[in-house]
């Protein structure tokens, strides 16, 4: 009919901008970055403006995971974070570098598990005597999240032949790969309400036993854990899947939802037609 | 059966009158469009917003050390207090959007212009009320996002001059948000607030049914008669179709698509209300970086980080607003048909991009 | 006319489908109101034996009741639900005389929940109770 159509033209110009509106919601989704804005401690305030090696350790720190869970500098090396004066004041428990053989002692006072699991190895029976710290892997200011990464050649290579390292490497990758996989489904599940917290912490404390098997470097002590593990996982992923079964189960029901809301637009849709 | 029923009801209080005055014999403009359902639409969110927040009350707790844990435990444990809480925060989101698309329409169709400008006036207040109850009931789960898109959204407050830090004070009940906020947000939430919006929406309705519904400006070769500020007249449309059943059903097909595609959000995009600091416990401590408010204020948070000084940031959106709330007094112009309104159209069309354009912005910033 | 014969069609339709979507809307919001539901077998209580001296009585809550452990002066040990059977208000414990006295309107019980006076209809339910190594098991 004449009318509608004119209508319907001049209707047009509304729709793509309701439509518009409409679609930018998804786009407009805040979305979050990772840094906190927490209070500089005096350490980097001074610090961050001094030159070369006294200078280099605040951007290494940055980037760590010590500094995403807002670990800075005073609580490895002692020291006020909040007075210039007493920041670097033995009094206030200064310790400054730790010697290389201290190196273990001082990581382990937050790490006490690790630093056992290290010196029963071989690695730190070798201490002191050519054997790695725990900064020789880790790092000492931009330490990363723990992953298989660091068991890599160029790393290993510099004391010992790869070919031990790589069997322990190679025996974990796969177990790693299902931490990794429970702990993204996890997350995912947690950003939908999910109450994640008796799975989150499941999963904690398995890899957390699962990385002290890192420090062993004992191939067969890996491979005999490692199964152990992986019942552990498996009994976590089945419980993940009982959540995803629930939740495919709300999409068909949602599904059945909506179509049949099509169909009761449409039937009232003829129904009205029939009064014209 | 239904007939008798029907029959004793009509003898005592003369429903057959009601029915013939305000259904079948209400006659409605033979051009009237699909946007004129979105009236409706919004009543029926409305309605479902109500039921949804008082089923809700049934499990939440109000106190700061309690919302998290209730929230959590009614989207997980209490049997489908996860569809509840989807439908509530969905539907929140879906009410602001169809509020904008009604006032656009308005806007569009001229449907603002006299005699209908105590419409338009009591609509925009409702546009303020809206915002109000969703900014209140942001806060409401006690998470890192309510605590903070809170903290920044009352913050804003502070330039104004001379009362601004009280004003601030007083919308916390503190110096920062904590639980004496969450007490205040929450009792107007629930009770000052649905009361008042549902009270201008009976003054909106009320005020159209005695205007008398417009004519869509389209498919009219007259579209500019101005109206004669003489006397009060009801604008009737005679040979029009009738509100019941015909329009009733057009608005019912309009509410299934409303319902449809609102389902469809809850069922297959359950995200879209949340990020996931929404799932976090509010720490008074550590604020997240690049919170941000929700969608509907992005555009107003952007204004502010756009202007050096706050209150002058402050000061265009209230002047804004302003003009929008009086545009009948200020378009004064008989024509209706939004192309024979390239002013009008030019400004609209802009301000619509300029708002979506700040929006964008303020989300990427 | 065929319009109406095509709309009473689409009435029964829409009646259906709306009455289905009205079951479909009240299932959920019944269920989401409703008590949560218990299981069959209520879990057991663990208690030990020194926790209720002679002559005395221990009020606990047993499977979301309110319910009473008594050790009589003769050592024996019962278990018992502490819901008075006449209108449901709790009964209390009166030492010196040995037995239970409802507040609400005066029923009296023995230890072993028989009625000794008053409005009551009914004995006060037993609980089973097992007493292994000095450990009650109540349930």
Same mark, same amino acid.
């Given at each position: ?65 010590? %500094? ?73 200011? #931009?330490?990363?999240? %723990? ?39 996890? !997350? ?29 470097? /004992? ?8 199964? #152990? ?48 | ?31 009237? /469009? ?99 109850? !969703? ?229 990427? !910033? | ?63 979301? %009741? ?74």
């Amino acid at each position: 009919m004449m009318i509608k159509a004119s209508m319907r033209i001049l209707a047009l110009p509304l729709l793509p901008i309701g439509a518009l509106i409409l679609a930018t919601m998804p786009i407009l989704h805040p979305t979050e970055a990772i840094c906190a804005e927490q209070p500089e401690t005096v350490c980097i305030q001074c610090h961050a403006s001094l030159p070369d090696k006294l200078g280099a350790p605040v951007n290494l720190w940055r980037n760590s995971i010590h %500094a995403e869970n807002g670990i800075s500098c005073n609580s490895c090396h002692g020291g006020d974070p909040k007075n210039a004066a007493e920041a670097m004041s033995p009094s206030k428990g200064f310790i400054g570098v730790p010697s290389e053989t201290n190196v273990p002692a001082f990581c382990g006072r937050c790490h006490p598990g690790v630093q056992k699991d290290y010196l029963a190895s071989g690695h730190g029976r070798a201490l002191g005597k050519g054997g790695p710290t725990c900064v020789t892997c880790h790092g000492n200011h #931009q330490v990363l999240k %723990a992953s298989l990464d660091l068991i890599n050649e160029k790393s290993c290579t510099r004391c010992h032949s790869f070919e031990r390292a790589k069997a322990i490497k190679d025996a974990m990758q796969q177990t790693e790969g299902y931490i990794e996989g429970i702990g993204r489904r996890i !997350s995912g599940f947690q950003a939908t309400g999910v109450d994640t917290e008796r799975l989150g912490k499941g999963l904690f404390a398995v890899r957390n036993r699962f990385h002290t098997l890192f420090h062993e470097v /004992n191939v067969a002590r890996v491979k005999t854990e490692s199964t #152990q593990i992986n019942t552990e996982l498996a009994k976590l992923d089945a419980d993940l899947k009982v959540i995803e079964e629930s939740h495919a189960k709300r999409r068909v029901a949602g599904a059945i939802a909506v179509s049949c809301l099509l169909l009761i637009a449409l039937l009232v849709h003829l129904l009205r037609r029939t009064y014209k | 059966m239904l007939k008798r029923l029907y029959r004793w009801v009509d003898l005592r209080i003369g429903a057959s009158e009601i029915v013939a005055k305000e259904l079948t014999g209400y006659l409605l403009p033979r051009n009237i /469009n699909e946007w004129y359902s979105l009236g409706s639409i919004l009543l029926v969110i409305f309605a479902l917003q109500v039921v949804t927040g008082m089923l809700l009350m049934v499990y939440y707790v109000p106190d700061a050390d309690k919302a998290f844990k209730s929230v959590t435990f009614i989207m997980n444990e209490v049997p489908y207090g996860w569809l509840i809480r989807l439908c509530h925060a969905v539907g929140s989101n879906m009410m602001v959007a169809v509020l904008i698309l009604h006032m656009l329409s308005t806007l569009f169709m001229g449907s603002y212009k006299s005699p209908r400008e105590l419409n338009w006036l009591t609509g925009f207040i409702l546009l303020t009320l809206v915002q109000g109850i !969703s900014l209140t009931g942001y806060l409401a789960p006690w998470s890192q996002l309510s605590f903070w898109a809170t903290t920044v959204a009352t913050n804003s407050a502070s330039a104004i001059p001379v009362i601004g830090p009280y004003l601030v004070e007083f919308l916390r009940g503190g110096k920062l948000v904590g639980p004496p906020t969450l007490g205040r947000f929450f009792a107007l939430h629930v009770s000052v607030l649905p009361v008042v919006i549902a009270a201008l929406i009976g003054a909106h309705l009320f005020i159209l049914k005695r205007t008398g519904i417009s004519t869509p400006p389209f498919g009219n070769s007259e579209t500019a008669k101005p109206w004669r500020a003489e006397s009060y007249s009801y604008q009737s449309h005679p040979g029009g179709i009738p509100f019941f059943p015909n329009y009733a059903l057009q608005d019912l097909t309009s509410i299934c698509i409303y319902f449809a595609i609102f389902l469809a959000v809850v069922f297959f995009a359950p995200n879209l209300p949340f990020t996931p600091d929404a799932f976090v416990p509010a720490d008074p401590f550590k604020t997240p970086a690049h919170i941000k408010p929700e969608w509907y204020f992005l555009a107003n948070y952007q204004t502010l980080k756009i202007f050096p000084s706050e209150l002058l940031g402050l000061s265009v959106q209230a002047i804004a607003m302003t003009f929008l709330a009086l545009l009948p007094f200020i378009d004064r112009s008989p024509e209706r048909h939004p192309m024979k309104r390239p002013l009008f159209l030019i400004c609209t069309v802009a301000g619509i991009l300029l708002w979506i354009g700040l929006t964008v912005w303020g989300h990427f !910033s | 006319m065929e319009n109406d014969g095509r709309r009473k069609f689409l009435g029964v339709c829409l009646a259906g489908a709306t009455a289905a979507a009205a079951v479909a809307v009240a299932y959920p919001v019944v269920r989401y109101l409703g008590p949560k539901s218990r299981q069959a077998g209520a879990e057991k209580l663990v208690l030990s034996a020194s926790d209720v001296p002679e002559g005395e009585a221990k009020f606990i809550e047993y499977a979301g %009741a309110s319910a009473v452990l008594v050790k009589t002066k003769t050592g024996e040990l019962i278990a018992l639900s502490a819901v008075c059977t006449h209108l449901g208000c709790i009964v209390q414990w009166v030492k010196d005389q040995q037995h239970f006295l409802c507040p609400c309107h005066g029923g009296l019980f023995a230890t072993d929940g028989t009625v000794l006076a008053g409005p009551p209809p009914r004995p006060l339910a037993k609980i089973p109770l097992t007493l292994t190594e000095g450990k009650i098991t109540i349930g």
